[in-house]
């Protein structure tokens, strides 16, 4: 999908040959990438205009964002210089740190990856806890290259420069037991706030991962989902709304 072209919104559960029907959400063009978790969508367009969807209507944001996510560690941001934004009540408060992309659909926890693929984690009480400067930010630097990071709640997905794909199981300390190698290759991949994964590949296929549960977080194998159009950016929301 060009980033020129109209979101569209697949409001459908997938069918056995996981298919969907896709509908085109109106009065929004342009928009470079999108996220979605708890029942609450953001995006950004190609002027890094953030937005947040209330109904079917895309109320425009204060600030200029490149990548935005939203998730049950809140809204958070960056901009082109890779600065670091969290919004609270109403604004956008500078954070300590450069990312180039940040997730926030871990149990209360950040993840993103910086402009040298290097990953990192923010702990739960650390961004509960953030007002503003002054409020402790410690990054933990994971082990790794990703140049794309996402998580869940049974673990964290991510893609590197190769688009091979990647799990890590990490809790809200931050801690981990390193990556999990996945196969298959991608180039974007996202979590649900309901574990289910979703993915493009560098053709603008997407892919769901099948028998993703507690016991078994990496599923057991990939599934195509056919679409009505080839994809650069793919992001579900909850068990039966996908996002893309």
């Not at 978790?37 to 200029?64: C, E, F, H, M, N």
């Not at 400067?133 to 893609?159: E, H, N, Q």
């Amino acid at each position: 999908m060009r980033a020129t072209a109209a979101v569209l919104l697949v409001l459908c559960l997938l069918t056995v040959s996981h298919a969907w029907d896709c509908q085109e959400v109106v009065n929004i063009k342009n928009l470079m990438q999108i996220d979605a978790g708890l029942g609450q969508v953001v995006a950004t367009d190609t002027s890094q205009i953030p937005y947040y969807l209330v109904g079917d209507k895309w109320i425009r944001l204060p600030g200029s964002l490149k990548h935005i996510t939203v998730g049950p560690a809140g809204i958070w941001g960056v901009n082109k210089d890779y600065a670091i934004y969290k919004y609270v009540a109403g604004n956008w408060v500078k954070a300590e740190g450069l990312l180039k992309q940040l997730d926030a659909g871990g149990e209360q926890f950040i993840v993103g990856a910086n402009m040298n693929d290097t990953p990192f984690c923010l702990t739960r009480s650390a961004t509960v806890g953030y007002k503003g400067p002054g409020s402790p930010l410690p990054w933990t630097g994971l082990p790794g290259a990703v140049k794309y990071y996402s998580c869940g709640p049974f673990g964290c997905w991510a893609v590197n420069k190769n688009d091979d794909i990647y799990l890590m199981s990490l809790n809200q300390d931050c801690q981990n037991n390193g990556w999990s190698h996945i196969d298959g290759k991608l180039s974007m991949i996202e979590v649900a706030t309901d574990g289910s994964v979703f993915g493009v590949n560098s053709a603008g296929q997407v892919y769901t991962r099948d028998g993703i549960t507690a016991s078994k977080p990496e599923g057991t194998g990939w599934s195509h989902v056919s679409t009505c159009m080839h994809m650069k950016h793919v992001r579900a929301k909850l068990q039966n709304y996908v996002i893309i």
